[in-house]
T-cell receptor, first 115, second 112 residues
Framework: GAVVSQHPSWVICKSGTSVKIECRSL??????MFWYRQFPKQSLMLMAT?????????EQGVEKDKFLINHASLTLSTLTVTSAHPEDSSFYIC???????????FGQGTRLTVV | AQSVTQPDIHITVSEGASLELRCNYS??????LFWYVQSPGQGLQLLLK??????LVQGIKGFEAEFKRSQSSFNLRKPSVHWSDAAEYFC??????????FGTGTSLTVIP
């Protein structure tokens, strides 16, 4: 299956600062990437779908101005958490669709802690 | 609407004992079903998946799962648990758009 590399694996930042998370597809081109968020003791919830060369699609309730998604190339999607607050502390994980089989390949995830 | 329910938040089993993790789903079409495992601080690793065909699917690490349409279930099983199986397990429904809907997860503790 595809290899998806996500960086950083963990980050601590101060409240009010911005944090960028990268998701790279190492062996397949990805026109679409998905971003999920997992709060402690909860499941992963889809935040948004990034589309190469066009605007991302956000799920209901997700602030697009706060969670900036850029999919500038077929191998890289980035999620920037702007003006981070402690309530943004979460586990963020990206995924790349698999071939045509409705499968997905997940990155390692990023643990964000905002202090 | 799509949803996935994992009724057991936490399960503790003894090493060598059998394991069954429950998963029920709600989906309007033919479901694509997955089980993932997440070790602490790690990403998701695919254990197994069901798309069609044989309703009993085999996965990695000795896991298997059975799709029961009549019960809308896709329970995960392992005949003999190893200490290294301690982790968080997620059941998920995948859509034709490659989006996933996850259950809330079951945390597995294995005691010696």
């Amino acid at each position: 299956g595809a290899v998806v590399s996500q960086h950083p694996s963990w980050v601590i930042c101060k409240s009010g600062t911005s944090v960028k998370i990268e998701c790279r597809s190492l062996d397949f081109q990805a026109t679409t990437m998905f971003w999920y968020r997992q709060f402690p003791k909860q499941s992963l919830m889809l935040m948004a779908t990034s589309n190469e060369g066009s605007k991302a699609t956000y799920e209901q309730g997700v602030e697009k101005d706060k969670f900036l998604i850029n999919h500038a190339s077929l191998t890289l999607s980035t999620l920037t958490v702007t003006s981070a607050h402690p309530e943004d502390s979460s586990f963020y994980i990206c995924s790349q669709p698999g071939g045509g089989s409705t499968e997905a390949f997940f990155g390692q995830g990023t643990r964000l802690t905002v202090v | 609407a799509q949803s996935v329910t994992q009724p057991d938040i936490h399960i503790t089993v003894s090493e060598g004992a059998s394991l069954e993790l429950r998963c029920n789903y709600s989906y309007g079409a033919t479901p694509y079903l997955f089980w993932y495992v997440q070790s602490p601080g790690q990403g998701l690793q695919l254990l197994l998946k069901y798309f069609s065909g044989d309703t009993l699917v085999q996965g990695i690490k000795g896991f298997e799962a059975e799709f029961k349409r009549s019960q809308s279930s896709f329970n995960l099983r392992k005949p003999s648990v190893h200490w290294s199986d301690a982790a968080e397990y997620f059941c998920a429904v995948g859509t034709t758009g490659n989006q996933f809907y996850f259950g809330t997860g079951t945390s597995l503790t294995v005691i010696p």
